[in-house]
């Protein structure tokens, strides 16, 4: 309630996903975040969980992590996920559906592939974060024309402990991104804040350079850039940015984010802001995230 009321202040736009496991309430969101007050704020889904976290070895693995050799995380994913995943694309929404481990996202592309064999639009067909893919999986995200919904930023904070983690076998197939990009994936790249920093610039910097991790997964600078813009407008249903017709929406930067080097795009100063070809502005009065 609260932040729908507040909508009509918000500097930017705000595409909102419902963590629920009632159909109903998702016809309110979409109601309620939709509704004439909410200009910048729309309800575009349902967000599920498969499986938990690399971090806190509650990732669905097919395999024991390395580290802990009698543990394969959490599985989550229920016939409610796949009801209430169904139920969202049927009333125009997107299912998302978390997944990390190689177990988590095996069971997810099988629920999109059945939803894909109905008929469903792929499209509207998100994995969250794919961070660990199988070998036989790698391949399925473009064949099946869904979206992976990838995070870089996990690199930057994974890196001194992701191969004691998963080891070196699993390692070269943990966020595989040109892997993935080869196989025809549509890649929408995001931060998963608060959990990371929200700074798309340094999730750019962390596609190219991976800290070091498989660089052989590395993104060109062209595809980096691409994830972030056109790859999450997919992503989130929206028109190709900066496209004849598209709204105007923008960032004008100190560097420019194809030439420099991925160093230099975490230095980077964001100049302006526009939204909808309105000038918002950057607010200096508030504190660098750390």
């Known amino acids: 309630g609260l932040f729908v009321e507040s909508a009509r202040e918000l500097p930017i736009k705000v595409n909102a996903f419902v963590i629920t496991d009632e159909p109903a309430d998702l016809d309110r969101a979409a109601r309620a975040l939709d509704g004439p007050r909410s200009r910048r704020l729309r309800w575009v889904g349902v967000k599920r969980f498969s499986d938990g976290s690399l971090g806190g070895h509650t990732a669905a693995m097919c395999e024991p992590f390395t580290d802990l050799p009698d543990q394969t995380g959490t599985m989550r994913i229920t016939d409610q ?19 990390i481990g190689d177990c988590a996202v095996s069971s997810v592309l099988d629920l999109f592939e059945e939803m894909v064999a109905d008929g469903v639009d792929p499209g509207l067909l998100r994995l969250e974060h794919a961070s660990v893919i199988s070998e036989a999986d790698l391949f399925r995200f473009g064949d099946l024309g869904v979206i992976a919904s990838v995070q870089p930023a996990f690199i930057g904070s994974e890196v001194d402990w992701l191969e ?47 800290a070091g991790i498989v660089p ?39 560097v420019d984010p194809v030439a420099c080097t991925p160093d230099d795009l975490r230095l980077a100063k964001v100049i302006d802001t526009y939204v909808d070809g309105e000038v918002v502005g950057v607010d200096r009065s508030l504190p660098t995230w750390t």
């Open 164 to 210: 004691d983690r998963v080891g070196f076998d699993r390692l070269q197939r943990t966020y595989p991104f040109a892997t993935l990009e080869a196989g025809g994936a549509v890649l929408a790249g995001g931060s998963d804040c608060p959990v990371e920093r929200p700074d798309p610039l340094h999730g750019i910097a962390l596609a190219r350079d991976r």
């Open 81 to 99: 996920d796949r009801a209430i995943a169904r139920y969202a694309v049927e009333h125009g929404g997107i299912a998302a559906i978390h997944a």
């Open 216 to 254: 052989g997964e590395s993104l060109s600078a062209e595809r980096a850039l691409a994830m972030f813009t056109s790859g999450a407008a997919i992503a989130l249903g929206e028109p190709e940015p900066l496209a004849a017709g598209s709204p105007a929406d923008l960032a004008v930067l100190d």
